[in-house]
């Protein structure tokens, strides 16, 4: 197959920078506020604007014996004090059922989250759905500057490179190859993969434009075997001195119409899946942007190949 012209420009792969890469690294755990004050559904909104107006809150969880009811915000004590009902209990007003994230999920899909919903704060669970913080994106913000300056000085004591590994080794086609399994529905490790890899290319002295790449298009393909597979997947990702070759497949159930899998917006995703925060139809066509070439193969009896390459000048 011939070499297809670049989806991506070398401008558009420098604007690709350290902190979209950390959004995708970086757990909600490490961002998120953890000394959670929550009110109870039973005081008064006076009393609930008392406390906001002493800690100057804008929003605060509900919560009952441990559980996550609802959220209040300035928005609800507004209302309240039109209606001149300050009297009411919390749970009047509250917003019952809210979205939420999880604790274990990168923090790209936190701002997914806020793009989609345009609230200013969200309330974050355990896997056992328990209330453990709460996040604002201006807790993203402080958790990937220090995640930057962490990067820093661990890089400059620790950062090494084998970017000559290939040039010692005499064979007619030397290649490294990485495999990872990826689980149906296993979400706590979602994005373990694309990590991996990126260090691991990194490591062999690939550019961080090229790691930052991979690791979203993996990152991608690891959310869609997680998703959208009966029993998950693999991860393939062979590293050759002139390309990158990354596959995904799995054994089904299939893509019906491949054309219609690529527009953007276009998911199969469950309803669940959506109120979780994923599903939004943008994976592939975030793949597509990231490498040189994308190739998809699918059947109802075979399952799903997915082959991207990236091709690489001859110092990575």
């Known amino acids: 197959m011939s070499q297809e012209k670049p989806q991506i420009s070398d401008e558009y792969a420098e604007n690709i920078t350290r902190t979209e890469e950390l959004a995708y690294e970086l757990r909600i755990q490490e ?8 009110l109870d559904p039973d005081i008064r909104m006076g009393e609930a604007l008392n406390i906001f107006q002493e800690k100057r809150f804008s929003g605060a969880p509900v919560s009952c014996d441990g559980e996550l009811i609802g959220i209040i915000s300035i928005e609800d004590l507004i209302r309240a004090l039109r209606n001149n009902n300050l009297d009411a209990p919390v749970s009047e007003y509250m917003t019952t059922s809210p979205v939420t994230v999880n604790a274990h999920d990168p923090v790209v899909e936190a701002l997914k989250t806020f793009a989609r919903t345009k609230f200013g704060r969200l309330p974050v669970l355990d896997k056992d759905k328990k209330l453990v913080g709460i996040l604002t994106k201006g807790d993203i913000s402080n958790g ?3 995640a930057l300056q962490r990067d820093y000085h661990e890089e400059e004591l620790i950062r090494y490179r ?3 590994l290939f040039e010692d ?3 007619g086609r030397t290649s490294l190859i990485l495999r990872y399994d990826i689980r149906k529905g296993d979400f ?5 993969a694309s990590s991996k890899i990126k260090r691991a290319l990194l490591r062999l002295g690939a ?4 790691a930052r790449r991979c690791g979203i298009a993996v990152y991608e393909a690891e959310m869609n075997l997680i998703i959208h597979t009966n029993h998950g997947g693999t991860i393939r990702i062979e590293i050759e001195p002139h390309k990158i070759t990354m596959e995904a497949y799995d054994d089904g159930p299939g ?3 491949i054309e219609q899998a690529l527009q953007t917006g276009y998911s199969t995703a469950t309803h669940e899946i959506r109120e979780m925060g994923f599903g939004a139809g943008m994976g592939l066509v975030n793949i597509k942007r990231c490498v040189d070439e994308m190739r998809l193969i699918s059947s109802k009896e075979r399952g799903t190949n997915l082959y991207m390459i990236m091709y690489l000048n001859d110092n990575m």
């Open 188 to 192: 706590l490790h979602g994005g373990n």
């Open 169 to 171: 080794i005499v064979s």
């Open 255 to 257: 893509i019906d119409d």
């Open 207 to 210: 550019s961080p434009q090229i």
């Open 162 to 164: 084998a970017s000559h």
């Open 144 to 146: 990937l500057l220090n």
């Open 31 to 38: 961002v998120m506020t953890k000394d959670v004050y929550c």
